[in-house]
């Protein structure tokens, strides 16, 4: 395998662990305003994706993957709506943890990686086509 298609590989799979993260980021801005319909339920948790490098032992490439989508632990916002069918005693519901400000900020990080690693994909193959025309 020459370089080119190993470093087309790499990049690819840099692709695919930006997409499974812009899903879960949709998830938790789709979520953003859940709350429980009880006052004991809880509401939407956030959720966030980590990497883990691996190698891949057919091409020897250490590549990346999506280790684990787990759930932010941090706590719940509190909003005063006594109206609200969750609303504890006091009157407070919990609403998610989701900030969606930084969610957006997440989103437009994981675009530009998803780009970047595209246009590597890109040269790649433009490299390669143009080696096999001037071996022609």
Do not use: C, W
Request: charged share 30%; net charge positive.
């Amino acid at each position: 395998m020459d370089e080119l298609t190993k470093s087309g590989k790499i990049a690819i799979s840099g692709m695919k662990v930006q997409s499974e993260r812009l899903r879960v980021i949709s998830e938790n801005l789709a979520n953003a305003d859940s709350t429980a319909q009880t006052p004991e339920g809880l509401p939407y948790r956030r959720k966030v994706v980590s990497f883990k490098s691996e190698l891949d032992r057919n091409t020897g490439l250490n590549t990346v993957k999506v280790d684990k989508v787990r759930t932010d632990s941090s706590d719940f916002q509190r909003r005063y709506d006594p109206k609200h069918p969750a609303a504890d005693r006091e009157g407070y519901v919990l609403t998610p943890n989701v900030n969606p400000l930084i969610e957006m900020m997440d989103m437009r990080e994981a675009q530009r990686s998803y780009q970047a690693n595209m246009d590597v994909v890109t040269t790649s193959r433009n490299l390669l086509s143009r080696t096999v025309d001037m071996l022609r």
